[in-house]
């Protein structure tokens, strides 16, 4: 029931910064669009368990499910007398098989197979990571996830403000977006790092800047997707990317299983943690060697 509801949020999200905002304020909204599921990563672990404890189990569930009925309500009011931006329509038949044959979108569905499995493997598994290396109790596992999933909300909503920066320097749009991926790829690298370290805080933090570098990247794919793509078309490529994604992120996490089962440990995942990226920027640049913007292309 969570996936069929999660399902419509970020599509509705990226969709609606496609259609409503201009070009120059699109990505910096994109970012805040992708912070918002960090703010919910850091705020679950500090106040779920007390809520639990205070009020049971079942509580936790109903407080942090209404929540999203006061989003609908934000949303609603938030979207009631906005107006696209051009000759965009709000809505839209989408032809699926020209999409499909369309290589904007397996640079977008490739790019986040490849890269969401990170997001899922640190979200399914650091409690147990934390609890299994380091020994931490379950009372002690609140302030290292909270440290990881900050880290990811600053690189979603400082991510944003990259590419225009670029830009402004006379940067292509191609250049700009791509190089800026490079970065996020290269600061991922940080994060098979911590299997070295012997201190939990310090883990964190390394887990945290990759987990910084994937939202960073993550905005990208986002902010890319929305110029690339035709506005009517933007929701249902970032659907395919989300299915894509998801099913990466049930490999990864049943990887991470069998890989402890068999005495493996950790590695075999942060070595996906960090390659991923690089991988990704490279499946894109395949299929698409120049990125132009939709709006000079006939659709």
């Known amino acids: 029931m969570l996936a069929v509801g ?10 609606a910064a496609a259609i409503y905002m201009p070009p120059e304020k699109r990505n910096f909204a994109i970012g805040v669009v992708n912070t918002a599921s960090n703010i919910g990563a850091i705020i679950t672990p500090l106040l779920v368990p007390s809520i639990a404890v205070a009020f ?5 569930f109903i407080v942090t499910g209404g929540l999203g009925l006061l989003w609908l309500v934000g949303w609603w009011l938030g979207t009631a007398r906005l107006t696209p931006i051009g000759a965009v329509p709000e809505r839209a038949p989408v032809d699926w098989g ?20 990170v997001w899922w493997f640190v979200l399914f598994w650091m409690p147990d990571y934390f609890s299994r290396v380091y020994g931490l109790a379950q009372g002690q596992l609140g302030w290292p996830i909270a440290i990881i999933f900050t880290l990811a909300a600053l690189g979603a909503i400082t991510s944003g403000g990259l590419f225009p920066v670029l830009q402004a320097r006379g940067w292509s749009n191609d250049k700009a977006r791509k190089g800026s991926m490079l970065l996020f790829a ?23 800047l990759g987990l910084f570098a994937h939202q960073g990247f993550s905005t990208n794919i986002f902010g890319m997707s929305a110029d690339i793509v035709p506005a009517k078309r933007i929701a249902s490529v970032i659907a395919l990317g989300a299915v894509a994604g ?15 089962k068999n005495g493996h440990g950790y590695a075999p995942m942060f070595a996906i943690c960090g390659s991923a990226y690089l991988l990704a920027l490279g499946w894109i640049h395949l299929f698409l060697p120049s990125l132009d913007t939709a709006e000079v292309e006939a659709d």
């Open 6 to 15: 999660e399902t419509v949020s970020t599509q509705a999200g990226l969709k």
């Open 56 to 60: 049971g189990w079942k509580a936790a």
């Open 98 to 117: 020209v999409m499909l044959a369309d290589r904007r979108t397996w640079a977008v569905v490739g790019a986040k197979f490849l890269t969401d499995c």
């Open 186 to 208: 290269l600061i991922v690298l940080a994060m098979p790092l911590a299997l070295f370290v012997h201190n939990h805080w310090v883990a964190a933090i390394l887990i945290g």
């Open 246 to 260: 998801n099913l990466a992120g049930m490999g990864i996490i049943e990887l991470a299983g069998w890989s402890l």
